[in-house]
């Protein structure tokens, strides 16, 4: 029971002040910048640009797609920066002196990246009702909010990746920037998936969000629970893939870091 | 800026500008910024415009490029006092014969020629790797939009930057105005799909008036009245804008002496 | 002709702190500093952490404009005329930073002397000179990323030298160095000396400014509180002796007690590993030996020495025994 009581600890720690220090040196203004109108500007350019291809007749597909992804602001920037800032502020070898549980330790920083992604995604959409109209009259609710869940902690399952690769890389923010915008495309947020090449549909298969911008698309529609049900079941299982690779790479790193003492120069 | 010094410290410009793509050339950021985002919302936008048919994928190649020139500005043209001042060299730049604007004019001179490799790219990648056919309708026209386009742009981040550094307020916004000039300016499709409100918004940016002309120029969608209309508004912000820069960039270094800021701990 | 006028110069600065509730707090860096430097003159900057030094410097490079008082460089107001002081003037602030690290030397100063406006015909033999002198020959296409501090350093040397200025500013230009390094690095200030430059050192090092300075001013909280030859400031303390003892661990308490006895003008004291050693300033010399060894009561004591005073020992005096 202590023990749980303690890994419980670590984990809400870990998760505050992650997420405390990401945001400290930001004002209030710079908060609303990055978690409200960026998000913003982003889902209009995408919508216009969309609208624009299609005359105007399916700006519904561009608002929630885009809604969706802006979930992957926080679960790859955000988790990568909770995971890649222990190595730049020097606490790297501090915690891995340390006996604490890796994994709440390591899942625990991804957390309140949750959270935040998710309702990250609920400003979105309430931006999509406001500007586009979207209409959310026939949606089962709940679902929804369900799918904003799973694809959040989906994506946050490949922050966690990302963010042990930037232990390891020294361009960090390149990897991610490519990869956030890799999956504009690659998600199905701005195209229909079956008119992709192929191999791009069999590679958006293997990323997440792609099943959860499907699924709200469904259910915003209209559509039943038991039909998105099982797509949100593969969504959530490839997070917590990714997830687990990352926390492999985790205690990889960490093996291989004490093992060659390169904690503080890598 | 005082247009004088343009023509007094030219070769110093020209050097400026060779130093800083020298000292930048394999920056990943940059690389990012101008090359990799570029050719994502390229590969989007024909993937998504396809349907339009006629020069779209033209229109796309340039409206991509344009998004390349506009993220290179505000990011690496707005923070290219603040990238300075972290290295330590802001006061060796400061204290020296040469006005500061004109070091910076030609930092934003590199910047801005070298995110001309965004349209190039985008070129490539429609031609070679979706296989179209692009044909330029008025190449020399086009050319002469790009070199005030280059201008205009340069003189617009010659206003951001010490704005930047002055107002840290305003700074804090700068991942927010990223994509709303994508929007305001029309590269990828026509303002007439905005709010009208929004359209005296568009009419004072400069990198409006240069997709204007770098849009009709390529895909001849305007005649040449209208080109020279875009080329006559760039030419008179760039005016303005220097003219701005040259009292913002006094203040900037008279506060940053008071204030002690030149460099940072 | 004096190169340097400073008149009464105050400089503050302003710090602000907290987000939500703002205060600011001021912090007077130099409170009343004149001094005048005349033409071709080497004059030192001495003074204890935090003294004034660099924000002096700063003010006379044109980097920041003094809260009061009158600042000349050539006879040209450092407000109004910083453009025009600009040509003349070159300037240091020790350490590494201030160069392009990933550009190599020569594309470092080929850079500066653009911007000073160094004819390229001239730049072209002047870099290599330049390098020659600062002894970087034969390494100046590697990036600077890869130049040890005391290299950064010397290059740092080079770049103010571009232009040929006749005033030269070098905050601790010393800083950092390994005495070998140090030494060369002194020759390089005399040679320039020779040269005929108006130059102002700061250092921490006395034996530095005793070396190569004609004159020294030494600078406290923002004050001058002496100002003179090497030799003048040393016959302040001409009178004192120095009793050196060598102690393990000796407690804050003592110290002060030995400061507080009455034939003690002043007390520093020099951390070295485990060990510290006493400066008991004295006009006893040997005879306050044993009254000195009372007050650390039968504490180990290593090497007891009365010696001579420095100009060190001029400098502790006048900055109150904090080095
Ligand atoms: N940018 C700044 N903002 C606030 N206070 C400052 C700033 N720069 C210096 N100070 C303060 O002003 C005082 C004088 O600093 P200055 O750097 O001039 O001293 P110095 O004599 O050069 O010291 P050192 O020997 O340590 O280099 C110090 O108390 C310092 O903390
Ligand atoms: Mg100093």
């Known amino acids: ?266 | ?265 | 002709m004096n190169s340097i006028e400073v008149k009464n110069l105050k400089r503050i600065y302003r710090a602000t702190t907290g987000v939500i509730r703002r205060t600011t707090k001021e912090i007077v860096a130099v409170d009343d500093v004149s001094f005048e430097i005349k033409e071709g003159e080497l004059f030192g900057l001495l003074g204890p952490n935090g003294a004034g030094k660099t924000t002096t410097v700063k003010v006379l490079a044109t980097l920041l404009i003094p809260d009061a008082g009158e600042v000349r460089v050539k006879g040209l107001d450092i407000v109004k005329d910083a453009n025009e002081i600009r040509k003349h003037i070159g300037f240091i602030f020790g350490g590494e930073r201030g160069l392009y690290w990933r550009l190599s030397a020569i594309d470092n100063l080929r850079y500066f002397a653009s911007l000073y406006h160094v004819d390229p015909e001239i730049s072209k033999k002047r870099i290599p000179y330049l390098l020659d002198m600062v002894g970087l020959n034969g390494r100046g296409d590697e990036r600077v990323q890869g130049y040890s501090r005391g290299m950064k350093q010397r290059l740092h040397v080079a770049r103010t030298l571009l232009h040929d200025p006749d005033i030269l500013f070098l905050d601790e230009p010393t800083i950092g160095l390994d005495p070998v390094g140090a030494r060369e690095f002194r020759e390089v200030i005399r040679n320039l000396q020779s040269e005929k430059k108006t130059i102002l050192l700061t250092t921490h090092y006395m034996f530095e400014a005793d070396s190569l300075c004609g004159r020294v001013a030494v600078i406290d909280k923002g004050l001058i509180v002496a100002l003179d030859t090497p030799s003048a400031l040393k016959k302040h303390v001409s009178d004192l002796s120095v009793v050196e003892v060598e102690t393990f661990g000796v407690a804050e308490e003592v110290v002060e007690k030995i400061r507080n006895l009455p034939f003690v003008d002043a007390l520093s004291v020099k951390d070295q590993d485990q060990r510290q050693l006493l400066l008991v300033q004295t006009k006893l010399g040997a005879e306050a030996v044993p009254d000195v060894m009372a007050a650390l009561d039968g504490m180990r004591v290593g090497r007891v020495t009365v010696r001579e005073p420095t100009l060190e020992d001029a400098y502790v005096r006048l900055v109150g025994g904090q080095v």
């Not at chain 1, 624009?52 to 988790?79: C, K, R």
């Not at chain 2, 005030?148 to 804090?172: N, T």
Request: proline letters at 3%; a neutral charge.
């Open chain 1, 1 to 266: 029971m202590k023990t749980i009581a303690n890994n419980l600890r670590l984990f809400w720690q870990g998760t505050m002040l992650s997420y405390i220090a990401l945001f400290a040196w930001l004002r209030p203004t710079t908060y609303i910048a990055s978690k409200i109108l960026m998000p913003l500007a982003q889902i209009l350019f995408f919508t216009f640009l969309g609208s624009y291809a299609s005359g105007g007749s399916n700006v519904d597909f561009y608002v929630i797609g885009n809604a969706i992804q802006i979930t992957a602001v926080s679960g790859i920037f955000g988790v990568t920066m909770s995971i890649g800032g222990d190595r730049w502020a020097g606490t790297l070898p501090y915690l891995f002196g340390t006996p604490a549980n890796r994994l709440m330790m390591f899942f625990g920083r991804a957390f309140m990246h949750i959270i935040d992604g998710a309702l990250g995604v609920v400003i979105a959409l309430m931006w999509g009702a406001l500007l586009f109209g979207v209409d959310f009259s026939q949606t089962n609710m709940s679902a929804l909010g369900l799918t904003i869940l799973v694809t959040t902690i989906s994506t946050c399952g490949l922050g966690l990746l990302m963010g042990c690769l930037s232990l390891i890389t020294a361009n960090v923010m390149f990897v991610n920037n490519t990869v956030y915008f890799l999956l504009l495309i690659f998600s199905g947020a701005n195209v229909a998936l079956d008119t992709l090449p192929n191999w791009m549909q069999a590679f958006s298969q293997i990323l997440p969000l792609t099943r959860g911008i499907a699924s709200a698309r469904i259910l915003i529609a209209g559509g039943s629970f038991s039909q998105v049900a099982p797509m949100l079941m593969s969504e959530i299982g490839i997070g917590l893939i990714y997830g687990w690779l990352g926390y492999m790479l985790f205690k990889w790193f960490e093996l291989q870091a004490k093992r060659k003492g390169t904690l503080e120069t890598v």
């Open chain 2, 1 to 265: 800026m005082n247009f004088k010094n343009l023509f007094v410290y030219w070769r110093t410009v020209l050097t400026v500008a060779e130093i800083t793509l020298r000292h930048q050339w394999n920056d990943s950021f940059i690389l990012f910024a101008i090359l990799v985002q570029p050719m994502i919302i390229a590969v989007l936008a024909l993937f998504m415009l396809r349907g339009l048919g006629g020069d779209y994928a033209m229109f796309v190649v340039v409206g991509s490029g344009l998004t390349g020139l506009w993220s290179s500005l505000l990011f690496i043209s707005g923070n290219s006092i603040n990238a300075e001042r972290w290295q330590g060299t802001l006061e060796s730049l400061v204290a020296i014969p040469t006005p500061f604007e004109v070091i910076i004019f030609g930092k934003n001179l590199a910047n801005v020629v070298q995110s001309l490799i965004s349209m190039t790219s985008s070129y490539l990648l429609a031609a070679l790797l979706f296989g179209y056919t692009l044909k330029m309708v008025e190449p020399l026209l086009f050319l002469g939009s790009v070199l005030l386009s280059v201008f205009a742009f340069i003189s617009f981040g010659l206003v951001i930057a010490p704005l930047f550094i002055m107002y840290r307020g305003i700074q804090q916004w700068q991942n927010a105005m990223e994509f709303p000039v994508y929007i305001l300016a029309g590269f990828l499709f026509p303002i007439a799909l905005l709010p009208n409100w929004t359209t005296p918004i568009s009419y004072i940016l400069p990198p409006y008036w240069a997709a204007r002309a770098l849009h009709e120029t390529s895909t001849g969608a305007g005649d040449v009245q209208k080109v020279i209309l875009a080329w006559g508004l760039m030419l008179i912000f760039s005016v303005i804008d220097l003219f701005i820069a040259s009292k913002l960039f006094k203040v900037m270094l008279y506060k940053a002496r008071v204030d002690a800021t030149l460099e940072t701990e």
